[in-house]
């Protein structure tokens, strides 16, 4: 087990070595220099202005050395400015990772709830297949953000029962909540799919083994028999759909959050990228890749966990 994790992080490191170099060539190639922006913004700066800042901040310099001086800052713990917020880059990073956490950790609960309840269910009772798969295949064709619209619609325009968007300043835990439900519903709704058809799936062919029959035959209650042995055999490809739904709802967070106006990683990716603020827009895609990676290892180890004999 620390053989996999020690791999994997050495795994990780060149991910996001070579993620972060693709990602500062590509904002590289993209139009709108921030000194171009800003002389356009100010007639009073000339040229030899823009010259002098460009000195100044090392955008003279090679692509090469500019990314090596940024990755070098970087794992000194030096983020950086945020050019659209006017402060550290830091500043703005971590609340809103820690947003996006809380928004990611009860989505991916609450459609893990779910989808592996509405699967087995689906699995065990005669007839019930055909409505949970038929329920799985509305979810996955249901768009997030549509889904994030007509939930503002009914329950916040026409009940007036939760708020539209945005986060709770203060009020406690309660009206914390009451701004979480909805993006947390989206995203639960159109996730809960995949959890549905993989547990529908793995129980089925689970139910089916001769040990299933022996508990029964021994007299153990249903209850027991489904959860205690056939779902322990039928989790471990689930735990692998948990890793994928990370990852999934990493990057359907930066939908949801926008249509709610929620402060996380994703709004904040798409407001920097937006307002030409590369620095910060490059570390939340890393921070974003990073909490998708650290998924996947969970998720490995998880799997390790239940069935011993992966690890070998």
Do not use: C
């Amino acid at each position: 087990m620390v053989g996999l994790v020690l791999g994997r992080l050495g795994q990780m490191v060149v991910t996001l070595v070579i993620v972060s170099a693709l990602v500062w060539l590509a904002m590289d190639l993209m139009p709108g220099d921030p000194l171009d922006l800003a002389m356009l913004s100010d007639p009073a700066m000339g040229a030899a202005d823009v010259a002098r800042m460009r000195a100044l901040h090392g955008l003279d310099q090679p692509l090469y050395q500019r990314y090596l001086a940024w990755a070098g800052a970087v794992l000194r713990g030096d983020f950086g400015y945020s050019r659209l917020y006017a402060v550290r880059a830091a500043q703005v990073l971590w609340p809103a990772l820690g947003s996006t956490l809380v928004l990611l950790g009860w989505a991916l609960a609450l459609s893990a709830v779910l989808g592996i309840g509405a699967g087995v269910w689906g699995a065990v009772r005669r007839g019930a297949a055909p409505v949970a798969d038929g329920a799985a295949i509305l979810a996955q064709s249901v768009p997030s953000f549509w889904l994030g619209i007509m939930f503002i619609i009914v329950f916040a325009v026409g009940l007036g029962w939760l708020p539209a968007g945005g986060s709770a300043e203060a009020g406690g835990v309660l009206e914390a909540a009451r701004f979480l439900a909805l993006p947390v519903a989206t995203l639960a709704v159109v996730n809960a799919a995949a959890y549905l058809r993989h547990s529908m799936a793995a129980m089925q062919h689970e139910m089916a083994q001769p040990y299933v029959r022996t508990a029964r035959m021994k007299g153990l209650p249903p209850r027991a028999v489904i959860w205690g042995h056939a779902f322990r055999n039928a989790a471990i490809p689930v735990v692998t759909v948990a890793a994928l739904d990370a990852g999934a709802l990493v990057s359907g967070a930066l939908v949801t959050e926008t249509i709610f106006a929620r402060p996380g990683m994703g709004k904040l990716i798409y407001d920097s990228i937006m307002g030409n603020d590369y620095n910060l827009a490059l570390l939340a895609l890393l921070l974003a890749g990073l909490v998708t990676m650290l998924a996947t290892l969970a998720a490995d180890v998880a799997q390790r966990l239940i069935d011993p004999r992966l690890a070998g």
